[in-house]
């Protein structure tokens, strides 16, 4: 609305959805403007029907898709709340790196020409990733939060980053669940911000860690170091 110095309220012109005009009178004007919501459904921009706008992971989906860190599942799926693979894991990070090359097989059971060969090859030759023992290293197993915390540390390490960045995890009623290997990444990761309780109480280093999790941990990783 826009009124003159005595109150009174002017006449507007409607020239677009975004701009109005109205006559000048011979005193001052006082404009205002109301904003109300707008119910209307906002295009996420992305190409996956299961990740809304609304979704605690949107920006961290957004980022690693558009960085090409992580694409979908299918070409209209994310699958966020699906879990990651080791080998999945392996591989966001040697994407990160730029792919170098690198020669030979790390374990028995990763083959010779599968998608994650090189990645792992690359990490476990770097000291980023462990197998479960010397031959074996599980690619197609799901991740769990413990291990894609030590991931992680391991890769700031190789990095220089830095990794004092940590705080005790005592305050979490399962943190005795945490395996001895873990317990320091497990600090690290929560020091930094990287990683956050499942719940107030809990971080269930044991759990699976989700594609939404492994996205916002990648993004807040990327941003932070």
Known sequence: TVTDASGNELSLNKRSET?????MPGSAVT???TFVNDEGEVESG???DD?????????????????ELMNGVADDEFAPNSTLTRGMMATLLYRLEGEPSVTGVAFDD????MWYTDAITWAAANGIVNGYDESTFGP????????????LYRYAAYKDYGVDHSETTEHFTD???ISDYAVGPMNWAVGAGLMNGVTDTTLQPQGTATRA?????????IETF
């Not at 990763?110 to 020409?113: A, L, P, Q, V």
């Not at 197609?140 to 991931?151: F, G, P, S, V």
């Open 19 to 23: 701009e109005y005009s109205f006559t």
């Open 46 to 48: 992305l190409p996956f």
């Open 175 to 177: 943190a005795a669940s």
């Open 110 to 113: 990763i083959g010779t020409d």
């Open 51 to 67: 990740v809304d706008v609304d979704d605690w992971f949107y920006d961290a989906v957004v980022y690693a898709w558009e960085n």
């Open 213 to 221: 999790q492994v996205a916002t941990m990648l993004m807040r990783f």
């Open 140 to 151: 197609n197993d799901a991740i769990t939060r413990e291990q894609l915390a030590a991931i």
């Open 31 to 33: 404009v205002k403007a």
